[in-house]
């Protein structure tokens, strides 16, 4: 059987390892893919985008009909 002291030391250390994972420490970057496809009586429209995050501002992009935005987050 496990020493008591041994249980709670994992446990505690448990449970911190998950509030850091959770509190964005080690977050992952994502890349996120977007790609205009609208379009309104055969008439192609531009779209513009405006990314932005709370500590991160990218600024506006304009995307042709059919044209890719990759952005990394």
Same mark, same amino acid.
Request: charged letters at 25%; proline letters at 4%.
């Given at each position: 059987?496990? &020493?008591p ?7 505690i250390?448990f449970?911190?390892?998950? %509030?850091?994972? /959770?509190?964005?420490? !080690?977050r %992952?970057?994502?890349?996120? &893919?977007?790609?205009?496809? #609208?379009y309104k009586? +055969?008439?192609? #429209? $531009?779209l513009t985008?405006?990314?932005?995050s709370g $500590? +991160? $501002?990218?600024? /506006?992009h304009?995307?042709p !009909?059919?044209?890719?935005?990759? #952005? +990394? #987050?």
């Amino acid at each position: 059987m496990m &020493n008591p002291y041994k249980l709670l030391l994992v446990l505690i250390s448990f449970f911190l390892l998950q %509030a850091i994972c /959770e509190s964005g420490l !080690f977050r %992952a970057k994502r890349t996120v &893919n977007i790609t205009n496809s #609208i379009y309104k009586d +055969d008439l192609k #429209i $531009d779209l513009t985008v405006h990314c932005k995050s709370g $500590d +991160d $501002d990218l600024g /506006e992009h304009i995307l042709p !009909f059919k044209g890719p935005l990759e #952005i +990394d #987050i």
